[in-house]
């Protein structure tokens, strides 16, 4: 063969060795590419897989945070759609480009919502325990206010029952004279054929004015009341009085005298004189005679 048929001859052999050799390593190249890219795709895919577990799980979580059965209702519809995207991640063969894409694409939608509830349901615990706190504060006050009324009722009626016994009329200077028909003093008692009786009723700006019914009631040496023909009432009992009389009280001091007269024999010995007014004994004193 001539040398200038030979010399292209071996340059076209060379150069398709050469191309054979370059297509060989763009195969293996595309090969190794297409298999890393297959390896990234089943990462990413099992990554997506662990996000909508993590996210499915979250709902439940959310569930048992808030007592709206309203938000309730809708976490348990976005669990379940997580719960069904993910089962059809599963099914996705891992070259499935388009799937994956669609499905990548449905769990940015998941996660969107996801947030949004977390901060709704953030919102409403934050509301709820600043109702707490403000339903602890009213509370409390209320508390105050029934502690400081029942302070004011007690002192009320503590003030009340002051005021009762400050108004309560008190009988002073009290005298008992046995006398004769001639209505002089008896020296014994055996003399006597009545009895006078006299007080004071003091001086009392915080009682009331008007009509009172004063009774007297004299305790004979044996511990017997002298009969008056009636009763009043003392301490929820029925007592026999000796005298009684109406006086009009304005206030001031009054006087009052009552007589009793003897129908009975009298004996010498310690006579004790009680004065009882609007229920309440209001003086007392005891005489010795013979």
């Known amino acids: ?10 340059l076209i052999i060379l150069l398709l060795l050469a191309g054979i050799g370059f297509l060989g390593y763009s195969f293996m190249q595309e090969r190794e590419a297409n298999e890393a890219m297959q390896e990234l795709a089943a990462l990413d895919k099992q990554e997506m897989e662990r996000e909508y ?5 979250q709902y439940s ?9 309203s938000i309730i209702a809708q976490l348990t519809q976005e669990q379940m759609r997580t719960q069904q995207l993910l089962q059809e991640l599963r099914k996705v063969k891992d070259d499935d480009a388009r799937e ?17 509830y977390v901060m709704q349901i953030d919102s409403l615990n934050r509301l709820n325990q600043s109702l707490i706190a403000e339903n602890t504060r009213i509370q409390g006050e209320y508390d105050e ?3 400081r009324i029942e302070g004011l009722s007690s002192e009320r009626a503590s003030l009340s029952e002051r ?15 046995p006398l004769k028909k001639n209505q002089k003093p008896a020296k014994k008692m055996k003399d006597c054929t009545t009895i006078s009786v006299s007080f004071n009723i003091a001086r009392n700006v915080t009682a009331s004015n ?17 009969n008056g023909g009636g009763t009043f009432t003392y301490e929820n009992r029925a ?5 009684k009389k109406v006086i009009e009280y304005t206030g001031e001091e009054t006087p009052v005298k009552v007589y009793w007269n003897v129908n009975e024999y009298l004996s010498g010995g310690s006579y004790s004189v009680s004065v009882f007014a609007d229920g309440h004994m209001i003086g007392s004193r005891t005489f010795a005679f013979e």
Not at 1 to 10: G, N, R
Not at 53 to 57: D, L, P, S
Not at 61 to 69: A, L, R, V
Not at 100 to 116: G, Q, S, W
């Open 61 to 69: 979580e959310m569930k048992t945070q808030i007592n709206n059965d």
């Open 100 to 116: 994956i894409a669609r499905l990548k694409k449905e769990l940015a939608t998941v996660r969107a919502v996801l947030r949004d």
């Open 163 to 177: 005021v009762a016994i400050a108004a309560q009329l008190d009988a002073n200077a009290i005298t008992m004279t």
């Open 145 to 147: 206010a029934t502690r």
């Open 239 to 243: 007592m026999e009085y000796s005298m």
């Open 53 to 57: 577990e993590r996210f499915a799980q």
């Open 1 to 10: 063969m001539k040398k200038y048929v030979w010399i292209p001859l071996v």
């Open 210 to 226: 008007g009509q009172r019914t004063v009774y007297v009631r004299i305790n004979t040496p044996t511990g017997e009341a002298l």
